[in-house]
């Protein structure tokens, strides 16, 4: 069994202002996240599970979710629990030795190239 009590992070700076992200596995929506929360990843549970500090006891009601791999605004950490308990949504820290700097890099720049939707303009 892993035992890690270090998330793996992610210092960026935006303009100026420094941010540090921390990764985390979710069961929650994007509805309840924070205006700074960074969807790296979505799939089902057992996939994204994989990416845990430590195991995630099985339960039912996991296996019909979808889970999230989220950047998290190191500012904003204790709404988010609170919020995420809440709604009985799971928030686990990332396994620091899956995903370590390089490969938040990896998947940040992923995300931040991803081609957006346009919006038809009337």
Known sequence: MRNSSITPTITVDIGGQLRIYQAFVTTAPPALDGPATMTLHTATFSDVAGFAANPIPFQAEFG???????LIDATELAWHRARYRGEHCLLAPADPELLGLRALQHWLWQRLSARMPTQAHG
């Not at 019909?64 to 989220?70: E, I």
């Open 64 to 70: 019909r979710k979808t889970a999230r791999l989220v």
